[in-house]
């Protein structure tokens, strides 16, 4: 069974620019999550979609925005770039809540540059 | 408001020794799971253990064992039998009702040959 697959592996933007990141879930995992992971303020949550419904999402400015499609797969948008939106930024998926066994799988993580 | 502590910032074993990494954690839920990932410099994040906080029973795989002491709200993990292949950056997690995870800063394990 194929992992999650994030793309692209690695961005480089300038101030002001958006960009689009994409997350391919496992094969029947239905609900995918977004963290972004800073050396200073380490892994924060950003939203978490579900049957392409967000369903929660965090702390952080209506710049990042994100949908998830029929097929599950999901694409996470940062617009207006700033320098602090340097980040690596993970997609996890999982079966769902409820779920047994519930467990979040990480894909590669997309590392986006600002500068 | 929930949060993880992980007061070891780096560590260091020698191979094959065992090692303990200690997480603490606040959370007014009664239902919600823990987790230890595993960071390599590939900077892929993997799952080592997850631990269900209704279960009394200690989650174990392989080499790796959690202590799990609810009343106290301590998670610590074992790696038993240590490798050069376990040194990674280790965070420990917790999921709560929201099934968003909240993560520790991270401990930093160096396996040295």
């Known amino acids: 069974k194929a992992g999650v697959t994030q793309t692209p592996r690695y961005l480089i933007k300038t101030r002001g620019q958006q960009v689009t990141l994409s997350c391919s879930p496992i094969s029947g995992h239905r609900s995918v999550s977004w963290y972004q992971q800073t050396p200073g303020q380490g892994l924060q949550f950003l939203f978490e979609?579900?049957?392409?419904?967000?369903?929660n999402k965090g702390n952080f400015p209506g710049r990042f925005s994100g949908r998830q499609f029929s097929n599950s797969r999901s694409e996470m948008n940062v617009s207006t770039l700033e320098l602090g939106d340097s980040a690596l930024y993970l997609c996890?998926?999982?079966?769902?809540?409820?779920?047994?066994?519930?467990?979040?799988?990480f894909g590669s993580g997309t590392q986006l540059s600002v500068l | 408001a929930q949060t993880v502590t992980q007061s070891q910032p780096e560590m260091s074993v020698q191979e094959a020794e065992t090692v303990t990494l200690s997480c603490t954690y606040d959370?007014?839920?009664?239902?919600?799971?823990l987790f230890w990932y595993k960071q390599p410099p590939s900077r892929q994040m993997i799952l080592v253990i997850r631990?269900?906080?209704?279960k009394q029973q200690n989650a174990t795989e392989n080499r790796f064992s959690v202590n799990f002491q609810k009343a106290a709200k301590s998670f610590s993990l074992k790696i038993s039998d240590s490798q050069l292949g376990d040194t990674a950056m280790y965070f420990c997690?917790?999921?709560?009702?929201?099934?968003?995870?909240?993560w520790g800063a991270g401990t930093k394990l160096i396996i040295k040959p």
């Open positions: 997690a917790l999921m709560d009702s929201n099934y968003q995870l909240i």
């Open positions: 996890a998926s999982s079966q769902g809540p409820g779920q047994p066994n519930e467990k979040l799988f």
């Open positions: 631990q269900e906080a209704y």
């Open positions: 979609y579900f049957s392409e419904t967000q369903r």
């Open positions: 959370t007014s839920e009664n239902n919600y799971y």
